[in-house]
C-alpha cells in the first residue's frame, strides 16, 4: 500500500510526556501537598489542589494543539547533487482553534510556527542530496509544548508519499562534442550569423531583445521580431558512449554541464542514452526532460 499524500492526527496519532520543567512542577507540588498535610493547613492544601488542576489543564490543552491538524505533501522541485532537496509540506486545521508553537523535524528553518484556521502552514523538509537518483521524503514529527512548557506532545512518524528528482553535479564546463574550432568553448555565446532569416512576427514578453526590428517601430504600433530558422550546424548530439569519463558518473556529469551550457547558448541539442534517443530541441522543458534521464539512468554500485 502506498503512503498517503496526507495525514490527519487523530487520537492515537499524539504522544505526550512531562518535560523536565513538568517533572520539577510535579516534585514541588508533591512536596507541596506533604508539608501542607503534616501541617493540617487548609490554605496550603487548596494552593496544591490548585497547581495539579493547571497540570491537568495543560495536559490536555497540549494534547489538543496536535489533535486535528492535517499533513500534507507538495511535489519537491528537482535539485543537482550536492545541493539540499526541499520537501514542502502543508499544515493546516480543519476546525477553528489555532495550534500554537509548533515545530516540524528537519525543518529548513527550525524555528516555531502557529497554523491559523482557514491558513495553512508551509514548511520545507531539508535533506542533503549526495548522488542523483529519487530521493523520498524524510520521516517527519510534529511536536509541541505549549501552552506551559510542562508536556511535550509530538506525532507519530508521519510518512509521506513524495520524492524529489536529483540531478548529476554538472561537471567542469569542457568543448561541446562535434564542433568545429571556431565554435565556442565554456559558456561563450554562439554567434547567430549562420541562420537563416524566416520573417517577423509581433513581440511578446520574454522574447530576446536582441531580434527586435526596431527600424519597423516607427511605421507600426507593435513592436516586430526577427524570426530566424536554426541552421543545422547549430544542432549537437550529446551521446553517453562518445562522452569523456572516467566512469558512468563522471559521463553524466560531463553530459549534465553540456545540457545546461547548450541550453544557456539557445543551441539546438538531442541526447542519446544507450536505446533512448531525444531528438534535437530547446527550452525548459526539454532540458529538464533530458536532466530528469539522466538522474534516472540506472546507477552503479
Known sequence: MADPVSIMFHRRYVYMLPTGS?????FSTLAMLLVATNYSNGLAHG???LLAGVVIVSMLYTQRNLQGLTVSAVPAAAVFAGQHAR??????TFDQIPRLSLWLEKDAHPVAFSVQPGEPVRRN??????RRGRVSIPVVRVAS???LGLFLAWSRRIELAGDCIVFP???APLPFPNFQADRPVGNAVVRSDGDDFQGFREYRVGDSYRHIHWKSLPRGNSLQ???FAASHDRECWFDLMHTPGPGLERQLSQLCRWIIDAEVQQLHYGLRLGSVVLAPNTGQSHKLHCL??????????
Open 22 to 26: 513538568g517533572f520539577l512542577f510535579g
Open 47 to 49: 494552593f496544591c489542589f
Open 87 to 92: 520537501f514542502p509540506v502543508i499544515i493546516s
Open 125 to 130: 523538509v531539508s535533506v542533503m542530496t549526495t
Open 145 to 147: 509544548t505549549y501552552p
Open 169 to 171: 553535479e554538472p561537471s
Open 225 to 227: 521580431l526577427k524570426t
Open 292 to 301: 530528469k534521464l539522466l538522474a534516472l539512468y540506472p546507477l552503479t554500485d
